[in-house]
């Protein structure tokens, strides 16, 4: 699971990265998973909306089990 979670962060990532931002997998437990959003993406105020609408859709279409996508420090 951890592997099909990397490869959607990975489709991601290249945006992220024009915007001067990354993403990093933390942890996954029971169909959580807990990110960490770096660089310009971590102090953005529009950080939840990449998260939800980003982060987390990309997410649950490689990995539809997954229940949930949390942002961690």
């Not at 990397?6 to 001067?20: T, V, W, Y």
């Not at 997998?25 to 169909?31: A, R």
């Not at 310009?40 to 859709?57: F, I, Q, Y």
């Amino acid at each position: 699971m951890r592997e099909r979670i990397e490869k959607a962060l990975d489709e991601i990532r290249p945006a992220l990265q024009a915007d001067g931002g990354d993403v990093e997998l933390v942890e996954v437990k029971d169909g959580i998973v807990k990110v960490r959003l770096k660089g310009a993406c971590g102090g953005c105020p529009m950080s939840s909306m990449t998260l939800s609408m980003g982060v987390e859709k990309a997410i649950k279409r490689v990995v539809p089990e997954i229940k949930k996508v949390e942002a961690v420090q």
